[in-house]
């Protein structure tokens, strides 16, 4: 079992920056790759990014592609997504979620989400 807990949400102004984290226990090990998605009431979810459990690689979603980044040390469980330029229509939940195994076509271990809101 692979628990995902996320964390740093809030609220900030247009224009400016935050941190989310997603802490990754229980058996970590068999974690292939971590995708951020996000979602607003009402709408599909919408993928963020997503970065190999050990660090080598990282894809990002057309609307978040030159503002936010995805790290992890290869030592550490813990995913981080640093968001810049903040824009209004970040606004939304967003969830990290861990895909299981090399030849998982899902991802099988989400977190409860975080709230971020950007004021304009």
């Known amino acids: 079992q692979v628990r995902m807990v996320e964390s740093g949400g809030g609220l900030v102004q247009a224009g400016g920056s935050l941190r989310l984290s997603c802490a990754a226990s229980?058996?970590?090990?068999?974690?292939?790759?971590v995708g951020w998605f996000r979602q607003a009431p009402g709408k599909e979810r919408e993928f963020v990014g997503a970065?190999?459990?050990?660090?080598?690689?990282?894809a990002y979603g057309e609307a978040v592609k030159g503002r936010f980044t995805i790290s992890k040390r290869i030592s550490e469980t813990t995913v981080s997504l640093q968001m810049n330029s903040l824009k209004p229509e970040d606004t939304v939940v967003y969830y990290c979620?861990?895909?299981?195994?090399?030849?998982?076509?899902?991802?099988?271990?989400w977190g409860q989400g975080t709230q971020v809101t950007v004021s304009s």
């Open positions: 970065i190999l459990w050990n660090g080598a690689r990282t």
């Open positions: 229980g058996r970590t090990v068999n974690i292939y790759s």
């Open positions: 979620a861990a895909k299981i195994g090399s030849s998982s076509q899902d991802y099988g271990a």
